[in-house]
């Protein structure tokens, strides 16, 4: 049985929506449909990858004050890695829109893979922590993908 609310993975793949509608919107939108929708995507994909490092501060904040931290993570690297990816999000979306996409896809799977390292201190449910790494991945690939598949559309396919 997966640990998971339903609710929680229904959300988590809704938010998926905006990414392959976008990255369709990108491909087969006559222009300047194409275009809006591209720094659309850009927006929400600088949105998710903000939200995505938050998560590190959500949870230290949630344990703030209960215990002194066990190791350098907690005490610093979390908060640091918390604000990191929407500072590099916020430069992504204003260079060129097709790098902006890849440094967009890139961010959200480095956070991706530093996650699956430290989520260890946020979950005391080993079980829970396992399946919430693994809805991370495949939403993560999806996200990563229509990131990328927009940008080529841009810089290969677009007249």
Same mark, same amino acid.
């Given at each position: 049985?997966?640990?998971?609310?339903?609710? @929680?993975?229904?959300?988590?793949?809704?938010? %998926?929506?905006?990414?392959?509608?976008? #990255?369709?919107?990108?491909?087969?939108?006559?222009?300047?449909?194409?275009? %809006?929708?591209?720094?659309?995507l #850009?927006?929400?994909?600088?949105i998710?990858?903000?939200?995505?490092?938050?998560?590190?501060?959500?949870?230290?904040?949630?344990?703030?004050?209960?215990?002194?931290?066990?190791?350098?993570?907690e +005490?610093?690297? +979390?908060?640091?890695? &918390? $604000?990191?990816?929407? !500072? !590099?999000?916020?430069?992504?979306?204003?260079?060129?829109?097709? $790098? &902006?996409?890849?440094?967009l896809?890139?961010?959200?799977?480095?956070?991706?893979?530093?996650? $699956?390292?430290?989520?260890?201190y946020?979950?005391t449910?080993?079980? +829970? *922590?396992?399946?919430?790494?693994?809805? *991370?991945?495949? %939403?993560?690939y999806?996200?990563?993908?229509?990131? @990328?598949? +927009?940008?080529? $559309?841009?810089?290969f396919?677009?007249?």
């Amino acid at each position: 049985m997966n640990p998971l609310p339903p609710l @929680v993975r229904k959300l988590a793949y809704a938010g %998926l929506i905006p990414f392959i509608g976008l #990255a369709l919107m990108v491909q087969l939108a006559p222009t300047p449909i194409n275009y %809006l929708s591209a720094e659309s995507l #850009a927006g929400y994909g600088a949105i998710i990858t903000a939200f995505m490092g938050a998560i590190h501060w959500g949870a230290n904040l949630h344990t703030l004050g209960n215990n002194p931290p066990s190791d350098k993570w907690e +005490a610093r690297n +979390a908060w640091i890695w &918390g $604000v990191t990816p929407a !500072i !590099i999000a916020w430069v992504a979306l204003h260079i060129y829109i097709p $790098v &902006g996409l890849v440094i967009l896809a890139s961010i959200l799977l480095i956070q991706r893979n530093i996650d $699956v390292d430290t989520y260890q201190y946020y979950f005391t449910n080993d079980e +829970a *922590r396992i399946a919430f790494i693994k809805l *991370r991945k495949h %939403l993560t690939y999806v996200s990563a993908f229509c990131l @990328v598949w +927009a940008a080529l $559309v841009i810089l290969f396919v677009q007249v």
